[in-house]
């Protein structure tokens, strides 16, 4: 995926950019002599990369909103029970996110809004083309919607998502549980091992028990287990509100018609991935 990037055709950029054979994590290889932002700025040392990344980013200096592999490296590929970073490394563009629909550095850290409001930014922030977001989409937050409605592959990266604190600190985390617990009974194991995970990062949920290969009745026991531990948690002190983008009405109450139709609507093609 790196040698179809900008960095590598145009630039210098290898393997060895942020990667070593033998030091560093055996996890993920990295240097251990450079944070991840250093690795960007070997190259990409302007101001505006550096001393004034607010100016290109618009987001406050050490959110992760101006963490350079967030936005141009974002965690869209999946193996190994999780997501993890593209090495295409590319912008996000109205362009792309209007045509194919698939998940964004923007919407899998806002995970409580919708692909329109990313296509505003976008646009208003970076001058791009206002497009139109796909048209099923539209009205619910675009995690929310891969999360119930996309193909094996989207609904495993965005739930994995919705356990990355970055994420929850920007959204909120008071609405989540009730889609991790829905996500429960997908009919994927590794989506359902994704989502008991993540919902495990929630408050009150930390000791939630589930065994993702049970059966489907069990699994549907489960997701209602969860659902009513839930509404017995107090609201999480995040300061943030859940709203129809997420299908949340006033007293936790869930809009039942939208969740069928995005239920009606998920894509279940079979999906073969290579780790």
Known sequence: AMSVSGCYKNGEISCLSCHTMHSGDPADQLNPDLTEQQMCIQCHDGPEYTTEIS???FHAPESSGSQCMNCHMPRTAYALFGALRSHQISSPSTASISRHNVPNAC????LDKTIDWTLDQLSERYGMERLKAPEPSKGVSGALY???SGDAKRRA???WHFGWKDAQMVSGRSWMAPFLALTLRDPYG???YIA????KTLPGMEDFDFDFLEDNEDRKASAHSALEKWLKVPDDADGKSAGSEVLIRSGRE???????TLLRNRDNSPV????
């Open 196 to 199: 008991h995970q993540s919902l």
């Open 107 to 110: 919407n899998l850290c806002h």
């Open 146 to 148: 891969w999360l119930l």
């Open 55 to 57: 100016s290109h980013t």
């Open 157 to 159: 990266i965005a739930s």
């Open 190 to 192: 590794v989506v359902r």
């Open 272 to 275: 073969s991935i290579s780790e």
């Open 254 to 260: 869930i809009d039942q018609n939208a969740l069928r």
